[in-house]
């Protein structure tokens, strides 16, 4: 069946006469128009011009191999529109057109109507339209372009009389046997033994292209995109090749002599700043257009002064004030309030408007887009059709809408592919990019404002230069000024660009500018990926000095902080097995107390430093996450005091703590929605640095300040104290993970280097910031801002006085973390517990570790409970199962155990078909103390979490809460 259908649709494609070219067997068809110079054989037979060589450019794009298909314009547009052909150059893209054929979006060149005679005819001069009056001229029979020359000849008052003839050869004999005066063909077709003496239009000429395979229009559209991109100049290039020895008319009038003889240089407005065409710097007007203006000075012998004028400066007002006779480089962008006594040359220059935005962005035309544009620039009718729902914002200057552009203030601009280039070096402007979405071509004449029969001479002497002007020579000249306006960074830019670089490498930076600088200047390629490369390796350089500074700072850091605690737990652990072997010490109890006391001390100093550093690796790696709670902030405070109190009294410390009524007052306190745990972080580590670098009776002062933000309050928080303060050479380092002032007095102060890194990176994880301010010997304030989402005002009869019993920071030892679960034991009245409130003290400890077993079990067996110990999940699920019903006061439960690790015990355990399967309190015991291991315990099903190392009064804490 699918065969079937494959043949029928072969045959129907075959009687339809339209081809796939993606077959690999079949060519391009191309219509070979015969047209000479542009698209036609050569005398061995070969195809030849124009279109011929632009074809063969594009096959080095897309593989394309040709075959040419001899037949006029009319049998060559019904070929194409039935697609028996595949290619038709050289066309104009009208909307009648459009309905029934493809076009490719860029153009390959130019075209128009234009008049030509005999070379040996004298009678006329280029563009002499005076003299044009009862003209004969030789035309085809039905053409278009009969009615747009006789309406273009009627606005300068010329009438002429048309003659038609049935093709070409008979129109030519006509004028070879004197019967008319000129031909009217397309320009396209003009041949070297003819001579234009009047050109009617000029039009962009597209590739029209087979309507029934979309293959096609695609490759030629990529095509010819990467051909414009590596050949700016390719149509012009190919104009002055075919083109270039049909002759223009140079003949000048007795009048056009005799002005040309007494006139005065003639004065040239031209804008100011409008590189590469026309721009003024130290007094010398230079560009692409002065360069013109000399080449039609050569031509004709006149003179020019130019004149400066600024971008924004209406073109009619600068000819109306009759201090200068043309406007050089008048675009058809530009506004000019025309009117009808506005007169302009012939197009001396084209080239290509692209649209401009950010990378990454592309203009929707069913979008209310922003678009920047100069003041003087006039918006393309084709444009306002395509963007219906544009808003135009104007500037002075085309930087001021760039500028505009990276602000944000708006999406995209137009800009000349000339002005592109250059600007867009801009390191400024890195972020923009020239887009395809809209293009279209740009024309450059000179505007004049005649006053005068000799300013109408001007105009004529002007246009006939202008047909001699050698396209090459302009190409060049704009490439010429191209190159000589090319950007060059700033020592502004370059710390800009490369600011990272210049504070990281210092010496090696200033290095790498002056390799930079040369590097711009030079326009070889292979220098150019040389210094790319240096770049590049110099980086890798910096960052392995980096890797390798920073990996023995922490080495030698983290062995001193952590051997020290060690060093004493060991050492008096030591010490106390040798007063307990000595029997006859008198003073055993007192040595085993204190012993103990300094060993419980280097504990905690020790567990201290492993959750400063595991809190750091978590926020360098990405996985530290905010966890949002309400919280009032009167316990808040009394918590910060809690546990600053007693550190702060034994060094007979001054502390001042004021708090804005705004906060808290009389009436009450408000409740706040943030991460409590670290929030409290900041406050402890930045106060407990406070007390470790002040000395015995000083001061430290705490002031929160707050100001209300719509449904938040920002907190602005001062803690200042008289320490030893900060140098100020080190006082740039104070954030620096590991940093240390390791001299004079500060070498005796323990610590590891993360406390003040760790309470930055919180606050700017709540969206806040932090500062400092030091001076040696003089003391540290440390400010800190961030905003508090609000839930209420709680009153101060509705407020619970009660304090968080959690740690934080710096002064941890082990978390409880709980959740009241909806248990059957907890929603059940007092006084109806039943079974649940049997006196059993049974309690099942589930731990895999030996060590960790005995120490619990200890703990417990001091506080009368009676113990039962299980190895795994699995036995603690198997011990629970067999056990009687509320045997069981608690279930103490590891995380990560073999056999069955403690989250699954715990679930099994939840879903046993007994009474007190979901009443029975689970208290998970885990080293794994994140955020997130706290979550996947209380949603196992467990009613608290504790962190080990064991705090006994944490734990029986919890015991008492969860045990009826």
């Not at 747009?148 to 030519?172: H, T």
């Not at 320009?187 to 293959?215: F, Q, T, W």
């Not at 007494?262 to 026309?278: D, E, L, T």
């Not at 003089?778 to 709680?794: A, E, I």
Request: a negative charge; one cysteine or more; glycine letters at 6%.
């Amino acid at each position: 069946m699918v065969l079937s259908m494959m043949l029928l649709g072969s045959m129907l494609f075959h009687l339809g006469n339209i081809q796939n070219v993606q077959a690999e067997d079949r060519p391009i068809r191309v219509a070979m128009l015969q047209y000479p110079n542009y698209l036609s054989y050569d005398e061995d037979g070969r195809p030849y011009g124009y279109a011929v060589e632009y074809l063969r450019m594009l096959a080095s794009y897309t593989g394309w191999k040709y075959e040419y298909v001899t037949m006029s314009l009319s049998e060559a547009m019904k070929e194409l529109e039935e697609g028996r052909i595949d290619l038709l150059p050289g066309i104009q893209k009208t909307e009648e057109r459009q309905k029934v054929i493809g076009f490719s979006e860029e153009y390959m060149g130019f075209g128009g109507s234009v008049l030509v005679t005999l070379p040996e005819e004298n009678r006329y001069a280029y563009n002499d339209y005076v003299n044009y009056e009862g003209m004969r001229i030789a035309c085809l029979k039905g053409s278009v372009r009969i009615e747009q020359a006789r309406q273009k000849l009627a606005a300068y008052g010329v009438s002429a009389r048309f003659m038609e003839y049935i093709d070409d050869s008979s129109a030519k004999k006509a004028l070879q046997d004197g019967e008319v005066d000129a031909i009217l063909m397309a320009s396209i077709r003009c041949e070297e033994n003819y001579k234009i003496v009047a050109r009617l239009d000029m039009v962009p000429l597209y590739c029209g292209v087979n309507p029934h395979d979309d293959s096609i229009l695609s490759e030629l559209n990529r095509a010819m995109t990467e051909l414009h991109a590596r050949e700016y100049y390719v149509e012009m290039k190919l104009e002055e090749k075919y083109y270039g020895n049909i002759d223009n008319s140079m003949i000048f009038t007795a009048e056009e002599k005799e002005y040309i003889e007494n006139r005065k240089p003639v004065k040239v407005a031209c804008v100011s700043n409008r590189i590469p065409f026309v721009s003024t710097r130290n007094g010398v007007t230079e560009g692409v257009c002065i360069d013109v203006m000399e080449m039609i000075a050569q031509l004709s012998g006149l003179s020019f002064e130019y004149y400066p004028v600024d971008e924004g400066t209406r073109v009619y007002s600068v000819l109306s004030s009759n201090d200068y006779d043309l406007y050089l480089g008048m675009s058809d962008s530009d506004v000019t309030e025309i009117t009808p006594d506005l007169v302009l040359s012939d197009t001396f220059l084209r080239s290509i408007i692209y649209m401009v935005g950010r990378e990454g962005e592309y203009p929707d035309s069913e979008q209310e887009l922003v678009f920047a544009f100069p003041a003087t620039y006039s918006v393309n009718g084709e444009f306002l059709k395509r963007y219906p729902y544009a808003k135009i914002n104007t500037y002075d200057s085309m930087e001021e809408c760039l500028d505009a552009i990276c602000r944000k203030k708006a999406d995209f601009t137009c800009i000349n592919e000339c002005r592109s280039a250059l600007l867009l070096q801009n390191p400024k402007y890195h972020g923009l990019t020239e887009l395809e979405a809209y293009r279209y071509i740009e024309d450059f004449s000179i505007a004049m404002l005649p006053r005068d029969e000799n300013h109408a001479l001007l105009m004529q002497i002007l246009n006939k230069c202008i047909a001699q002007l050698s396209a090459a020579e302009i190409a060049d000249s704009q490439m010429s000024h191209m190159v000589k306006n090319t950007y060059y960074m700033t020592v502004k830019d370059l710390f800009y660009v490369y600011r990272v670089q210049f504070v990281a490498a210092g010496i090696a930076i200033l290095l790498f500018v002056a390799l930079l600088f040369a590097w711009l200047r030079s326009y070889a390629k292979s220098s150019a990926r040389l210094k790319a490369a240096n770049e590049e390796l110099q980086a890798a350089m910096d960052q392995a000095h980096k890797a390798s500074s920073a990996k023995s700072e922490f080495l030698a850091c983290m062995s001193h902080e952590i051997r020290t605690p060690m060093n004493a737990i060991v050492g008096y652990s030591r010490l106390a097995t040798d007063a307990l072997s000595d029997c006859g010490c008198g003073n055993q109890e007192y040595l085993m107390t204190d012993y103990l006391n300094k060993i419980e001390s280097s504990s905690e100093y020790l567990l201290a430093i492993v959750n400063e550093i595991l809190d750091m690796t978590k926020i360098e790696q990405g996985k530290a996450q905010l966890t949002e709670e309400e919280f009032s902030f009167a316990d808040f405070l009394q918590t910060i005091e809690i546990l600053t109190e007693q550190l702060i009294n034994n060094k007979k410390i001054n502390y001042t703590l004021q708090v804005d009524e705004l906060l808290q007052n009389d009436r009450g306190t408000w409740i706040f929605r943030a991460d409590k745990i670290k929030l409290q972080q900041v406050f402890l580590n930045i106060l407990g640095n406070s007390v470790k670098y002040t000395a015995s009776g000083g001061r430290i002062d705490m002031c929160i300040q707050a100001e209300k933000k719509d449904s938040a309050i920002r907190i602005n928080v001062s803690i200042a104290d008289t320490g030893i303060g900060i140098s100020e050479e080190f006082l740039p380092y104070i954030f620096d993970t590991f940093a240390r002032e390791y001299s004079g007095e500060t070498s005796e102060y323990s610590g590891t280097g993360l406390g003040l890194p760790l309470s930055k990176k919180n606050i700017e994880m709540m969206g806040g910031s932090i500062r400092v301010e030091s001076a040696k010997g003089k003391g540290t304030t440390f400010y800190f801002t961030v905003d508090l989402q609000t839930v209420c005002f709680r009153k101060t009869d509705q407020e619970k006085k009660q304090v968080s019993s959690e740690p934080i920071g710096a002064f941890a030892d082990s978390e409880i973390y709980a959740s009241a679960p909806d248990t059957e034991a907890s929603r059940r009245e007092d006084g109806a517990g039943g079974e649940c409130e049997q006196k059993s003290k049974r309690i099942l400890v589930v731990e895999d570790h030996p060590l960790n077993q005995e120490i619990v079990k200890q703990i417990l067996l001091l506080k009368g409970f009676e113990v039962r110990i299980a190895e795994n999940g699995q036995d603690a699920l198997e011990l629970f199962e067999s056990s009687g019903v509320y045997d069981y006061a608690a279930v103490l439960m590891d995380i990560r155990m073999p056999v069955m690790d403690g989250l699954t015990a715990t679930r099994r355990i939840r879903a046993l078909p007994r009474e007190d399967a979901s009443a029975v309190p689970i208290i998970a015991m885990s080293a794994n103390a994140f955020e997130e291991d706290v979550a996947m315990s209380l949603e196992a099903g467990m009613n608290a979490h504790i962190a080990k190392p064991i705090d006994p009064k944490l734990l029986f804490e919890a015991l008492e809460q969860f045990i009826r």
